[in-house]
């Protein structure tokens, strides 16, 4: 820091304003002051808009994660429509930058949504999806997501056994990245992996994970993770916990969710099993006229809930009591694709 100058003293100050003032000729005859040297210029640094980091599909880089996050939204829609933007998106993003592990797995379980739903071009999807889903893990196996991403694809898939692997690859990392106090999505894997254990045959186990997922989660998530906790009770044959905890969303049907209607299925069957037609049916009623872009319930089938929703082999006793449950609470029995 540059010191302080001292300040003259008063008589110091009185005497110099004096000889000042005696110097001072007459302003008719001053002489004007002589021109200043021109100052060297220095150029100055000018932000233009190129100079702004552009987006990486601007600029043909890597990509800065603003088209996950804007995927990731679409992909939660979950609608025809939103499906459609969502892998236009990623497509473009991935034409730009190919190993991006992150893009390319949700790209994977978008694929998996699109033979779920059985929309335009789904008889190719799931393959599609089982091979982003390997090449997001070869990209990034450090990557939490990357393992979540072909759990989800394999089991579809019924790659019961390597599922399985990959869902503890998922559990591991996440779990790791929770204990160094980072955001972490610990609930998320959780409960698909109690929702996988359902399928596999294992419904006690399944109930232990959901509480867990709920119990660590924050808000927001609360309608997909009762339908798993509600999904997982029904196959324990816990019908009437099934029940409370589904019960109160048929209060609440703004906004649809994909997850509501799928939680509609599940108190529809726990109310069959349970022995009150009625109010099977009356659930199941309300399935059939909730909001039809969200889930394209109206051509929802006893077939294609079992073709999308597959059991594993040693499971066929629990595939029949989720399937019968549907069945008697009023759900058309269809035809397979």
């Given amino acids: 820091m540059a010191s302080k100058r001292k300040r003259p003293s008063g008589g110091s100050k009185i005497k110099r304003a004096a000889k000042k003032t005696a110097a001072k ?3 008719s005859k001053r002489t004007p002051p002589k021109a200043a040297a021109p100052r060297k210029s220095v150029p100055r640094r000018v932000e ?3 100079a702004r980091p552009a987006p990486a599909s601007a600029r043909g880089g890597k990509d800065d994660g603003e088209s996950f996050r804007r995927a990731s939204a ?8 939103s499906s459609r ?6 497509e473009k993003a991935l034409e730009t930058d190919p190993d991006n592990a992150r893009n390319v797995a949700l790209n994977s379980h978008e694929h998996v949504k699109k033979w779920r739903n059985r929309r335009d071009g789904w008889e190719a999807a799931l393959a599609k999806a089982v091979s982003e889903a390997e090449r997001a893990r070869k990209a990034d196996s450090n990557d939490w997501f990357t393992h979540w991403a072909e759990a989800i694809a394999l089991r579809y898939a019924e790659q019961w056994v390597e599922a399985g692997k990959a869902y503890g690859r998922a559990r591991n990392l996440v779990n790791r990245k929770a204990a160094k106090a980072t955001p972490h999505n610990s609930f998320r894997v959780q409960a698909d992996y109690a929702e996988f ?9 399944a109930v232990s994970e959901a509480r867990a997922a709920v119990n660590d989660s924050p808000r927001g998530y609360e309608q997909w993770l009762d339908w798993v906790l509600a999904f997982a009770l029904h196959q324990n044959r816990q019908y009437d916990q099934a029940i409370a905890v589904l019960a109160p969303y048929r209060r609440r049907m703004v906004p649809p969710s994909h997850h509501l209607h ?3 299925l599940v108190l529809a069957a726990s109310y069959r099993k349970s022995g009150q037609q009625e109010l099977a049916e009356s659930a199941m009623d309300d399935f059939r ?5 969200s889930r394209e ?11 999308m929703g597959p059991f594993a082999t040693g499971a066929a006793l629990d595939r029949e009591h989720w399937l019968s449950g549907l069945r008697g609470a009023g759900l058309p029995e269809g035809r397979p694709d």
């Fill in 197 to 205: 254990l359902v399928y596999l045959g294992d419904p006690l186990a």
């Fill in 25 to 27: 000729k007459p302003l």
């Fill in 85 to 90: 933007k969502c892998l236009a998106l990623l």
């Fill in 74 to 81: 679409l992909s939660q829609r979950n609608t025809p429509e």
């Fill in 262 to 264: 799928d939680a509609l």
């Fill in 289 to 293: 006229a909730s909001d039809q872009t």
């Fill in 48 to 50: 233009t808009k190129a």
């Fill in 297 to 307: 319930s109206w051509w929802w089938t006893v077939s294609k809930e079992a073709a």
